[in-house]
């Protein structure tokens, strides 16, 4: 059987302000932005990586804002050369950003498709109104100016469509894509032996904020818990990890820290586990909840609109509310029957194949990307 041809592939420019695919520290953006150009590419397109500048300004700095800007005009500059000056059927037919927001908008996209007359399109876009006044206004502005001008914005979740719809100009369509990744090969998980305790695993970073916030309500779920029913393993560093150790130091016989691993060794430890806690809060989506459930681990976060994304269920229960009592009173009921989580783990992965895998991404983008560079072709 012959299998079928490939289709035409059309040049895109692929960007992402905030951090490059090829960028050299692992993370959610970098590993998303990998995910996107792996789809660009199998959905028939040729994509070419615009790496610089990276434009995040966390500070509020409006002379670094300034700066960046000035940057960016002298390289969107160049790239309109540069793409002018190439045979026709070697110019960009489309120019695709990934991740647009008030800290890291667009700064070269709108520029360069506007002059050379291409669509533009942003996946996972965001707007904030209320930052058009304060440290990060001229930001704000340029990344709604972005947004404005974007024909097609790709959502990952509903958590940013209410806004980006209520601003929807005339013309742009707004499409919910649910988050996907790579499915690697299903593990043998090994079996528990009888009356051992559960495994729990946690993979992410330590750095103050929401991460914090989420590490703080997994200690306290833990401290209600039984602490001979379950072990814990964390994965992850940042400028908090004293300060997550100190948290957990209630039950230090029961959990171990291995700190922050390469992408690579990650899975084994997923695969050695029977649950995958990680409580969420503020998460946008995590693509970590679809690694782990990937891995045929199931998962038990805490409710939001990013998780309710990528999580059916708390390991087959509802999702709990994001307090210490409620997790710890989902953690009971599963720690009560630990035999079922090897099924919940095969559910899961199935849910991720059907729903959240490169190809069904593919399947869903194909049809709506390819007729925008094909109007794009010049």
Known sequence: MTAPARPSAFPVVFHAPLKPPDHPTPSGDR??????????????????LAREPRTRDGQGDAQAQARLIERAEREAARLIDHFRDLPSLGRPRLWFTYHVYYKAPDLIGPVVSRALGIPYVIAEASRSPKRLHGPWARFAALAEAAIDQA???????????????AAKPPGQRLLLVPPFLGLPPAPDRPPRAEGDPVRLVTVAM????????????LAEAL???DPAT????????????????????????????LGALPPD??????AEADLFVWPGLDEAFG????????QSLPVLACDGPGVRAVVASAAGHPLPAPTPEAFAGTLGQILATPDTLRGLGRDARERIAR??????????LAPVLRPLAEGGRR
């Not at 590993?31 to 070419?48: C, H, K, N, S």
């Not at 024909?151 to 719809?165: E, G, I, K, M, N």
């Not at 693509?287 to 990937?294: G, P, S």
């Open 265 to 270: 060794e990650i899975p084994p430890h997923l």
């Open 230 to 257: 379950w072990t814990l393993t964390v994965i992850g560093g940042g400028e908090a990890e004293v300060e997550t150790h100190r948290l957990f130091q209630p039950f230090r016989e029961q959990v171990r820290f």
């Open 355 to 364: 729903n959240h895998s490169l190809d069904a991404a593919a399947e869903q």
């Open 287 to 294: 693509m970590v909840y679809l690694e782990a459930q990937a």
């Open 151 to 165: 024909r097609l914005v790709l959502c990952p979740t509903q958590r940013d469509f209410p806004a980006l719809a």
């Open 223 to 225: 401290g209600r818990i």
């Open 206 to 217: 330590t750095r103050p904020g929401a991460k914090m916030d989420s590490y703080r309500l």
């Open 31 to 48: 590993t998303v932005a990998r995910l996107f150009l792996q789809v660009l590419d199998r959905i028939g397109f040729m994509p070419w």
